[in-house]
RNA sequence: GCCCCUGUGGCGGAAUGGUAGACGCGGCAGACUCAAAAUCUGUUGUUGGCAACAACGUGCUGGUUCGAGUCCGGCCAGGGGCACCA
C-alpha cells in the first residue's frame, strides 16, 4: 500500500529536480522573451509556415483532464515544428457563448457575461500553469463583440450571396416553463426542470443551406489525406448521398383535390411490387389537411409528438401508425391500391416527408406490417437458387419472416422487372416510371440544412430587423455589431432578449417605420466555424484578413476530440467554403491534417450509499492482491466501480491544478503522452502519474548525477571510440531517428518508449575514457532535446545543467547521422510450415541461397523437418525464412 | 434503431501480412539502510518440467495465405455520434 504522497521539498534539494521552481521559472522566461509571439512575416524571414490548433475551450471555469490532454498532443508538435525551423502558429481562445452561462445565471443569480469572463480568467492561469507555446497576444473570446461583429458581418454576405434561408421547423417544447429545450434538456421525454411531458412545436427559423453544397462537401472529403479514414466515412455518411427515385401514388379520395398525388422518395424503386403500404410522416402536409377534421388522427399526431427531436428518440420509439382510409394507386399494377397511414418512423426532413414500404425487404416496414398485419410481399430472393428455392424462400419470408431480406438478389414476382439483378432492376424501374409520368430518377441527401436559430440570451445576435412592411431586413453594416443588452432577468424561462423592454424595439433601416429586432440568436457552432481564420488576424476591422488568411491557412494539424468528427468539423468545412466564397479566404478546406484523440477516463467510486465519490476523498489499499477503497475522512467503504470518462456527476474528476501543484505540469503532460496511444481513451491512475514522476527525476539525475563523466561542452568528436561507446552513440542516434519519425506520425506513446530505451541505455553506460565521455555527453544532449516538446520545463533546467546559456526552445532540432542507423547484422527467424523454431544471425547482406542454407542447417529446424521432404523455402530478407515441409 | 470505432499478459500497451508481448505500471527476489522511503540489480504470458525444452496463447467463429493480432465473412461485448450539450 502507498497513500503518501512524494514531497517536492526534499532533504537533499540539491539534487532533486524541483518543479514548482522550475517551472514558473521558465514560463517567465519564455514569457519575457516573448519566445512563443508569431510574427506574421513567414515568407520573409524563409521560414516556412506552420499552423497548430487544438478545438478551443469553452470556458466552464476550470480546465479538466482532457484539456491537458489535448493541448498538450498538440503542444508537442508546436515546440517540436518550432524546432525543426518552421514559423509556427498555435493560438488559444474560447469558445464562450452556449447555455451553462445562462443556467449558472438562473441557478446562482450571476450574469452570463461576468460568469463567462471569470471563468476564462481562471482557466486562462490554469493554462499557463501547463507551459504551452502559445502566442497569447492572439487570443480572444467569441463573446467579444469584436469577434462576434464580424460573425454578424460574415452572415449579411452569407445572406446576400443567397446562404441563408428562412422556413419552419420543429423544436422540443417545455408547456410549463413555455420554453425551447435543447435536445440535452429533455430526458426521457420530458422537460428536465419542469418534467413535463414535452412537446413539439413549429418555429420559423433561420437555416444555412448546408444542403446546397452537399457534393461539393462530398468531394472534398476525398482530398483530405491527412484526415482518419474513420472520420471521412462519418461524413460521408452523414451527408448521405443515395440515389433513388421519386414517385408519384394517386391518392382517391383527398377532400378538394380529386387529383391529389402523394409524392415519394425511395431507394428501391426495384422493390415496388412488393409495396404493401404508403405512409406519412405525421408533419406532411396531407397529414394535416386530413387532421384538420379529424378528432382521432389529432390525437395520434399529438402523441407522436411526446417524442423528442432528436433521431435517437424517433428511431428507437415504437412504432406506431394510424390508417388514414385513403387509398394509393399502385403505379404499376392496374386496379391495387395501398392504404396510407400516418406513421411516427416516418421523418419529414428526409425524402419528401413520405414513403411506400416494402416489408419484405425493409426491417423497419417489416416490423411495422407486423404490428399491423399488413402483407408481406418478397420481390427479391437470393441469387444462384433455382426458381422452387427461390419460391419456397418467398413463401417462408413472407408467412413468417422476421427478418427483413437486404442483401443483393434478382427480382421475382415483380412483372417485367423478373430476373434483374437489383442494380438492374432499379434502372429499370426507373426508366419505367419516367415513361409512364409517374416518377423519375433522383439524387437525395440526408444532410439537411443548419438550423442557426436559438431562442437564447447568451449568443451571437443574428443582425436582422423584421418589418411589417419591407419584411426581413438585413441591419446596416454601420450599425454592426448588434450588442446584447447587459440589463437582461434570468428569474423566469423563457428568452431574455425577447422580454427585454426596449431592446427588440426599433425603426426599419429601410422604411423607418416600427420594426422589431430579430431576438434568436446563433447556434454556438457557429462561432466556433470560422475562429482558426480569425486568429490569423484577430484584431483585423473585416472578419479575416486576406494577407493573414491567405498565408496561413490551411490549419496544418488540427487536434481534437473525435466527439466533433461530424459537426463541428462538417460546419466549419462548409463556413470555409461560404467564406470562399463570398471573398473572405482563398482556401476551401480548413484544416489540411485532423487528429481525434480519445477521452480521459478514470475509476469511479461510490460509498455505502450508493452516492458518488471523488478519487481525492479515498485512500486505496491493496490487500491480498484485491484493491480496496476506503473514505480518508472516516475509513467508510467504498466500492470501486467501472472506468468511465470523467464527469462531474459520477464525481471520477482529477483536478489538473492539484496534479502540477503536486507533482508538476511535465509530470501531468509526459502521463498523457505515455502508454495510451493519442487516439484511444486514456486511464489516469494515480501509480501512472506518479511513475511519470519518478522519471522526471530519473532524467535529472542522469543529467546531473555524474559530472565527471561528460566531456566539457563543445569538445571535438574523439576519432577512436571504443566499442562501448560507438554502441551508445547507435542506441542515441537510432532513438533520435525513431523518435522524430514517431513524434511526425503522432505516436507519442511510441516517442515516450523510445525515450525510455534512451535511458535505460544511458544508465547502463559507464564511460571508460574520453571517447566514452563524449559519447555519453551526447546522448544526454540528446535526451534533454528529445523530451523538450514533451516536458519542456525539465529540459529547459537540465539543457541548462548541461552548460548551454541558449534555451533549448531556442535549439535546432538535432539530426541523426544515417552511418550510426544501420547495423551490419541481422537476426532472422527461422520457421517450419510457419511455426517459429529457431533464429538466424547473418549478415545484412547475405543472398537469399546464403541465407537458405544456414536455416536448413540449423539443429532445430533439421529435427522439425525430421527428414521429411522440403517442399518450398520461403526466404524475405531481414526479416524471416519459412520451411514448407 | 442507424453510422463509426475498439477488443492482445495482473494492468496501460508494442508489433510495413513475417520471431506476439517493445516500453511503462504492478508483482516477486536481492543490494543499500538500524529501519523505512527513495534508488539500484535481477526476474515476471499460461501450463507441464530440476532443466534443456515442449504445448497453448491476441473477444468468439469460419475463411484467404507458405505464414493472420494484422486481410475477408458472420457473431459477441464496450465506447463515440445521431443535427438545440459543447
Known sequence: MRTDRPTIMSPRPNERYNAREAEPKWQKVWEDQRTFRTRDDAGASGRPKY?????????????????????????????????????????????????????????????????????????????????????????????????????????????????????????????????????????????????????????????????????????????????????????RNWIGRSEGAKVFFAVDGVEGAPDYKLEIFTTRPDTLFGASFCALSPHHPLTQKLAADNAELQAFIKKCDQIGTSEEAIETAEKMGFDTGLKARHPFIDGHTLPVYVANFVLMEYGTGAIFACPAHDQRDLDFARKYKLPVIPVVAPKDRDAAAQAAFAEELAAHGTDAFTGDGVAINSDFLNGLDVTAAKRTAIAKLEAMGLGEGTINYRLRDWGISRQRYWGCPIPVIHCEACGTVPVPRAQLPVLLPDDVSFDRPGNPLDRHPTWKHVDCPKCGKPARRETDTFDTFVDSSWYFARFCAPNAVTPTDRTATDSWLPVDQYFGGVEHAILHLLYARFFTRAMHKTGHL?????????????????ETYRDANGQWVPPSEIAIETVGGA???????????????????????????????????????????????????????????????????????????????????????????????????????????????????????????????????????????????????????????????????????????????????????????????????????????????????????????????????????????????????????????????????
Not at 482563398?586 to 478514470?602: I, K, R, S, Y
Not at 541505455?761 to 534533454?784: C, D, M, T
Request: hydrophobic share 45%; glycine share 6%.
Open 586 to 602: 482563398d482556401v476551401e478546406e480548413p484544416f489540411a491534417g485532423l487528429f481525434t484523440q480519445g477521452m480521459v477516463n478514470h
Open 51 to 235: 499552423y497548430v490548433l487544438e478545438m478551443f475551450p469553452y470556458p466552464s471555469g476550470r480546465i479538466h483532464m482532457g484539456h491537458v490532454r489535448n493541448y498538450t498532443i498538440g503542444d508537442v508538435i508546436a515546440r517540436y515544428k518550432r524546432a525543426r525551423g518552421f514559423n509556427v502558429l498555435h493560438p488559444m481562445g474560447w469558445d464562450a457563448f452556449g447555455m451553462p452561462a445562462e443556467n449558472a445565471a438562473m441557478e446562482k443569480s450571476v450574469h452570463p457575461k461576468g460568469w463567462t469572463y471569470d471563468n476564462i480568467a481562471a482557466m486562462r492561469t490554469q493554462l499557463k500553469a501547463i507551459g504551452l507555446a502559445i502566442d497569447w497576444d492572439r487570443e480572444f473570446a467569441t463573446c467579444d463583440p469584436e469577434y462576434y461583429g464580424q460573425e454578424q458581418a460574415l452572415f449579411l454576405d452569407f445572406l446576400a450571396a443567397g446562404f441563408v434561408s428562412r422556413k419552419k421547423s420543429t423544436v422540443n417544447w417545455d408547456p410549463v416553463d413555455n420554453t425551447v429545450l435543447a435536445n440535452e434538456q429533455v430526458i426521457d421525454g420530458c422537460g428536465w426542470r419542469s418534467g413535463a411531458p414535452v412537446e413539439r412545436r413549429e418555429l420559423t427559423q433561420w437555416f444555412l443551406n448546408i444542403s446546397d453544397f452537399a457534393d461539393d462537401l462530398l468531394a472534398g472529403l476525398d482530398t483530405l489525406d491527412r484526415w482518419p479514414e474513420k472520420v471521412r466515412t462519418m461524413q
Open 627 to 885: 484493491r480496496i477503497a476506503k473514505r480518508l475522512s472516516d475509513g467508510g467503504p467504498v466500492t470501486i466501480g467501472a472506468i468511465e470518462k470523467m464527469s462531474k456527476s459520477k464525481k471520477n474528476t482529477v483536478d489538473p491544478e492539484d496534479i502540477i501543484a503536486q507533482y508538476g505540469a511535465d509530470t501531468a503532460r509526459w502521463f498523457m503522452l505515455s502508454d495510451s496511444p493519442p487516439e484511444r481513451d486514456v486511464q489516469w491512475t494515480d501509480a501512472g502519474a506518479e511513475g511519470a514522476w519518478r522519471f522526471t527525476q530519473r532524467v535529472w539525475r542522469l543529467v546531473t548525477g555524474t559530472p565527471d563523466d561528460l566531456a566539457p561542452k563543445g569538445t571535438a568528436l574523439p576519432a577512436d571510440l571504443d566499442a562501448a561507446a560507438l554502441g551508445l552513440r547507435r542506441v542515441a542516434h537510432q532513438a533520435l531517428a525513431a523518435l522524430t519519425d514517431d513524434i511526425e506520425n503522432l505516436r507519442f506513446n511510441r516517442a515516450v518508449a523510445r525515450i525510455y530505451e534512451l535511458a535505460n541505455a544511458i544508465s547502463a553506460f559507464n564511460p571508460a575514457n574520453a571517447g566514452g565521455k563524449w559519447a555519453k555527453r551526447e546522448a544526454l544532449e540528446y535526451l534533454v532535446l528529445m523530451i523538450a516538446p514533451m516536458m519542456p520545463h525539465l529540459a529547459e533546467e537540465c539543457w541548462a545543467a548541461l552548460g548551454h546559456e541558449t534555451p533549448a526552445v531556442d535549439t535546432e532540432w538535432p539530426v541523426a547521422d544515417k552511418a550510426l542507423l544501420v547495423e551490419d547484422s541481422v537476426t532472422i527467424a527461422v520457421q517450419v510450415n510457419g511455426k517459429r523454431r529457431d533464429e538466424l544471425t547473418i549478415a545484412r547482406d547475405a543472398d537469399v541461397e546464403t541465407v537458405e542454407r544456414a536455416a536448413l542447417a540449423l539443429e532445430k529446424v533439421e529435427k522439425a523437418i525430421d527428414g521429411k521432404a522440403v517442399r518450398k523455402v520461403i526466404v524475405v530478407p531481414g526479416k524471416i525464412v519459412n520451411v514448407v515441409v
